[in-house]
């Protein structure tokens, strides 16, 4: 069976025992924070359990390393929507030491792009159309010096409401620990 299959033939016994409603809630963050965070698979339930978050709780934003690379991007855009639409009025990002963006080249991915079949003319199109490819899969050096960047575009973002505490943090994804980066006043 594959990991679809599994999952599907599960999901018909989750919902036909009911087992979803230990987790009725709304769509409105019962703590008021937004956070991002990173997609590694050691945070899936250790950061949820560690920060004592419960479903309905937080609107928690993922991404590869919690980063924020363009101030106009998707993941800016999730930050402000909950901040003006989803009643969050706090924002955190936490990045996590250990993260798989840390040091994080672009080249081997090209590489590995090109021999699994991308046509090699299309890094010509896009280098022609302005994209930067290289900085696009490019990581960070520095955990908790990415997540000052972060929480540094948030803070300065025209569409932030005034006196919105941002905050930044480093969680340990063994420990579950929490390292302040950044706290808000
Ligand atoms: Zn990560």
Same mark, same amino acid.
Do not use: H, S, V
């Given at each position: 069976m594959s990991v679809m299959d599994s999952i599907l033939a599960y999901n018909k016994q989750f919902v036909k025992n009911k087992e979803y409603e230990r987790y &009725? /809630? /709304?769509?409105?963050p019962d703590k008021k924070m937004v956070i991002l965070t990173c997609?590694? /698979?050691? $945070? $899936?339930?250790l950061l949820p359990r560690a920060m004592d978050l +419960? +479903?309905?709780d937080a609107k928690i934003i993922k991404n590869a390393g919690a980063i924020i690379s363009d101030p106009f991007g998707n993941t800016m855009r999730s930050i402000i929507v909950a901040l003006y &639409? $989803?009643?969050?009025d706090e924002v955190a990002v936490i990045g996590h030491y250990g993260c798989g963006m840390t040091g994080l080249k672009s080249e081997p991915i090209i590489e590995k792009a090109l021999e699994q079949g991308m046509d090699p003319s299309s890094l010509d199109d896009l280098n022609y159309a302005g994209v930067d490819v290289e900085k696009w899969l490019q990581g960070f050096e520095d955990v908790e010096e990415n997540v000052r960047n972060s929480v540094d575009i948030i803070r300065r973002h025209p569409f932030l409401p005034a006196n919105t505490p941002v905050h930044g943090l480093a969680i340990s994804p063994e420990t579950g620990e929490l390292t302040v980066v950044e706290k808000a006043e």
């Open positions: &009725e /809630t /709304t769509k409105f997609m590694d /698979t050691r $945070l $899936l339930e +419960n +479903n309905g &639409e $989803l009643q969050a």
